[in-house]
Structure formats: C-alpha cells, structure tokens
C-alpha cells in the first residue's frame, strides 16, 4: 500500500540522530516521518547510555552506603537486589522513550514502528511487525540507523555465558565473575558496576592503556581507582581460544610470550561497533562506503541525491551528542534553513566513578604533531568541595598553545566530570583563551573551581597549590 501524500523526509531510525533530525524537520514545517524498527530513542536510550547510566547511578549509591562511616553515619545491613536495580534501569528508558513519542506528536511527526527499507530513490518501503508493507513516497530520506554491538565471529551472545552491551543491560541475575574484553568506556563502565555489586571482573585490553583514547595521566587513576576496588587488568593482552560450556567461558590472555589460561561465568565483548546496514537497501542500489560506513558530503548527502545520511552509520566518533548535531545540521541543510556547520572537537565522557571527560587533543597528540604548548594541572584533592564531598580523587588538566593560550584541549577525571567539561567545550566553541577562563570568577567552593585554576597553573598563577 502506497501513501497518496509525498513525504518531504522520511528518516530510516529513530535514536539520537533519527529523533533529533525528525523534530527538527517538524519544527521546520515539514511533513515528516520517523520509521524506527525497535522503539523511539534508538540504542542509546533504550539499550546503552541511558540505562546504563541509570545502573551506573545505583553502583554509586551502593558504594556510597557501603562508604557511610566516612561521613560520620552508621548503616548496617546494606545490601541489594540486582534483579530490581535492573528493572529500574528499565523504567528510566521507558519513561525516556515515551518523552520521545510525545515529542513527536508536539511536532506533528508521524512515527512509524517497522522494519525500514530504502526501496527506490524517493521510496521508503516500511514493513511492521505483522509482516505488512507500507511504501512512502518522499522527496529525501535521510539514513540514521546507527551501529550495534561487534561480536567475535562464531561467538553469538546467548545473555549467559556470552555477551555484549544490549545482552548485559537485559541482565536479571548478575555472574558471579566475569571477563570484560575491551577497555574502552563501554568495557570500563560494565567494569564499575559489575564490582561494586561485588562481582569477580577482570578487564583485558590489547592497547598499552585503558581508556586509549584518553590522556595518559587520566588513564593511570582510572587504573589505580579499579585496581583498588579489586577488578584485575591485562594491558597490551589478546584474548584467545575462547571455548563456552554449559557454565562458563574459558580463554587464554596473551601477552608476548606469556599466556595464562582464565575462567569466568561469563564473557562481555566491549570491542567496539559495527553500522547497522542489513536490509537497509534494495538489491539494485548501492551507496559508496568507507570500512562498512555510509559516505556523505559536507552536506550529509550521500552518493546518491535527495538520500542523506547521519549519526553513527557515518562513521566515528560514536557518540549520542555527535549524532544529534550531525542530524540536525543535516536537516537545516537539506532545507535550507542553515548551513552545515563542521565540528572538530567534541566532549566525550565515560561515567564510571571516577568520572573522565575530554576534549581536543591530549598530550600526547600535542607532542605528535610537534605543536608549542603549554600544560595546566589542578588536582581535586586542593579542591574544598572535593574534599568536603570525599571525593579527593583526579584532576583537571589543560593543553593550551604556549604562544595564544588557546584551548587545545581539556581533560578531566574525578567527581562530576561529565558535567565540568562543558564549561571548556564551549570555551573552545568561543575560542576562548586561557587567560577567559582565568579571569571568569568561579562560584565557591565549587568543583568548577577546579577549571579556572588549571587555567591559571598555565602560568604558575593558580593559588591552591
């Protein structure tokens, strides 16, 4: 059945780049509709960052309590009941999905659940879960179906003894012990909350650090912090001869010559992602690709006209908050409404206690590219509201071109990181300086604080240590 009515965007998924592109095409005026195979919010809001956000919020309560004598108070007997932290981690992202649909009804966009097919150009064939077909005429499409979990080949997760996020996050009993391939902040996240409900985890990462892609130092206390808390951690170690029985997995941890032979109940893959593309084009159309992600110009428009793409299946970096930006720039494009704007520095965090965020280069990109800069570094243990909050743990660090005093990057791990960097992405937005940040007056005593005289430590003038 065809629709009688042209469409002016049809957007093939519905998470962070999907949902984003559809309301901002409503708010345009636009007749638009969103065909999302699973539910309103994609994978971020109802199979990664959401819900795990809301597990991660548990684990640190848990810790806190656990942790009370700390703060002068008395609790005994605290424990847990994993099967309804888990459930209210469900909540969350129902209660988020239904924001996203009656978002859609606020902006006249018409929401379709099904399993969505780019038939011909300007056709959108939608098949619902009944097995009916629907087709949508529309003037553009545009492609935001993102990326789902990699798996090791001849390794389906079962949500037992294999998995990966989407598997870990529908957990109703937590394992015993479990090994975490991949130290990225997917691995590490898992990591943080499996311990602190007591969990055996071991991390196994095959780079020279955790967290890669972070700054050294940054990298080093998350370390510290996890070692601390009991998790173990192979660096610059390969997982190999991975054999599942009825109760757990067994594998080998390779590290140059050295191989030691490990069991747990169960094995979570954290090794990134791949573009979710299957079923996305008819036999006759072809869209040019890069190592499996959709190619798009300066306008997100693909390889071929009216089809635009955005979000994860574009490519890195993978995160929700890049995805939204891609798709509404896409959309403003495509209509007119503005144009494109690149980005080339983007925050991006990791919510494990203690907190990372960054943005821009880290150091070590700084001495790469053989650039003239200059390093500020303030430690939250100088900081009062740290220390009154007993959480001493961290630092603020700043990359800044020695000449200028341009912002070329921040790095953050410690309490509220995820919240602090957005004070130095919109600096860099601004193309503040250093001396800005410096001379903005900081609410006391704040963990904000913290920036500004990393700021001034840039040349020696920060007053707290």
């Not at 999907?18 to 901002?24: K, L, N, S, V």
């Not at 708010?27 to 990664?48: H, S």
């Not at 684990?59 to 656990?66: G, H, L, S």
């Amino acid at each position: 059945m065809a629709d009688n009515n042209i469409y002016d965007l049809v957007v093939i998924g519905g998470g962070p780049a999907g949902y984003a592109a559809a309301i901002r095409a409503g708010q345009l005026g636009k007749k638009v509709v969103c065909v999302e195979m699973e539910r309103a919010g994609g994978t971020c809001l109802n199979w990664g960052c959401i819900p795990s956000k809301a597990l991660l919020k548990s684990a640190e309560v848990f810790k806190t309590i656990q942790n009370a004598s700390d703060f002068g108070l008395s609790v005994e007997g605290a424990n847990f009941d994993f099967s309804k932290v888990m459930k209210r981690s469900r909540g969350v992202a129902d209660t988020m999905g239904g924001g996203i649909e009656f978002l859609f009804k606020k902006n006249k966009v018409e929401y379709i659940v099904g399993k969505a097919k780019l038939a011909a150009p300007g056709m959108v064939e939608v098949t619902d879960a009944e097995g009916e077909v629907r087709l949508l005429p529309t003037d553009k499409v545009l492609i935001a179906t993102g990326c789902k979990a990699r798996s090791l080949p001849g390794l389906d997760p079962d949500g037992k003894q294999l998995m990966t996020s989407r598997e870990a996050l529908a957990m109703t009993k937590m394992p015993k012990s479990i090994v975490i391939m991949g130290a990225g902040a997917i691995g590490v996240e898992f990591a943080y909350f499996l311990n602190a409900f007591g969990c055996e985890v071991t991390i196994v990462e095959m780079l020279p650090t955790i967290l890669p892609v972070e700054d050294v130092e940054v990298s080093a206390v998350v370390e510290r912090s996890f070692k601390k808390s009991g998790i173990k951690i192979y660096k610059g170690t390969k997982v190999e001869d991975i054999v599942k029985s009825k109760s757990s997995v067994s594998m080998k941890l390779v590290k140059g010559d050295t191989v030691e032979e490990v069991e747990a109940e169960t094995l979570l893959m954290a090794i990134g992602v791949v573009a979710n593309t299957d079923g996305l084009l008819a036999d006759n159309l072809d869209l040019s690709m890069d190592r499996g992600y959709l190619m798009v110009d300066d306008h997100y428009q693909t390889s071929l006209a009216g089809v635009y793409a955005a979000g994860d299946i574009v490519g890195p970096p993978w995160l929700a908050h890049v995805a939204t930006y891609r798709a509404v720039n896409a959309v403003n494009g495509m209509f007119k409404a503005s144009k494109p704007v690149p980005f080339d520095a983007f925050p991006g965090c990791t919510y494990c206690q203690p907190q990372v965020a960054s943005i821009g280069l880290t150091e070590e990109k700084a001495k790469e590219q053989e650039l003239d800069y200059k390093v500020g570094k303030f430690p939250f243990a100088a900081s009062g509201k740290a220390v009154a909050t007993n959480k001493p743990e961290g630092f603020v660090k700043l990359i800044v071109g020695a000449e200028h005093g341009e912002i070329l990057g921040a790095h953050i791990v410690g309490s509220d990181a995820t919240e602090l960097i957005t004070e130095y992405a919109l600096g860099m937005q601004l193309e503040a300086t250093v001396e800005d940040i410096h001379s903005t007056i900081h609410a006391h005593p704040t963990l904000s604080e913290a920036l500004a005289e990393a700021a001034a430590d840039v040349h020696n003038e920060a007053i707290h240590i």
